[in-house]
């Protein structure tokens, strides 16, 4: 088969698309003004609105979610104002759209962590407060679950403050502890 033959859809007509032709190795530049290919742009982020042809799919949030009690959009999903139990004892009360936890929010984990904050599409996501039972509790940004940006974290009992900055749930970047003695 050549390289230059059209390629055909199931039809024998030929496909909007034709292969490229054969490449003869890297490009190399000469000459130092010369141009070189430039790597293809990063995906772009999934839009909200790109997300509305999604269904839900009852079955799996059957499995996960115990209860729920709130609003509903025309095709079943949850949308605006409600609360739902997940069958592994976290819940959630706040925002919805499109079926997903979006905006702000309180969840409640089982082992008794609290986050109330913004959320993106079912991730912990933008800015808030998590709250540990033995009474610690970072206030800041967070992406993706994680502390990330800037935030405050203060130990059980008000001992040791840490205000700064935060990469993937670490200390790092510029920030101050505060010693409470």
């Known amino acids: 088969m050549s390289d230059t033959a059209p390629a055909t859809t199931d039809g024998g007509a030929p496909a909007t698309e034709q292969a ?12 130092p003004g010369s141009e070189t290919t430039a790597p293809p742009p990063p995906p772009q982020p999934v839009l909200k609105d790109e997300l509305a042809h ?18 509903k959009d025309d095709d079943g999903r949850f949308e605006g104002k409600g609360k739902a139990v997940f069958v592994d004892g976290n819940t959630y009360e706040g925002s919805f759209h499109l079926g997903m936890m979006h905006g702000k929010g309180l969840y409640t984990f089982f082992d008794g962590v609290v986050y109330n904050g913004d959320f993106f599409f079912n991730k912990i996501t933008g800015s808030g407060t998590y709250k540990w039972p033995d009474t610690s509790s970072y206030t800041g940004e967070v992406k993706e679950g994680l502390r990330h940006g800037k935030g405050t974290f203060i130990s059980p009992n008000q001992v040791t403050t840490y205000e700064g900055e935060w990469v993937e749930g670490k200390r790092e970047g510029m920030g101050t502890i505060y010693y409470d003695e």
């Open 20 to 31: 490229a032709p054969p490449s003869s190795g890297p490009a190399e530049a000469t000459n």
């Open 54 to 71: 999604l269904p839900i799919d009852a079955e799996l949030t059957e499995l996960i979610i115990k209860s729920y009690e709130g609003e």
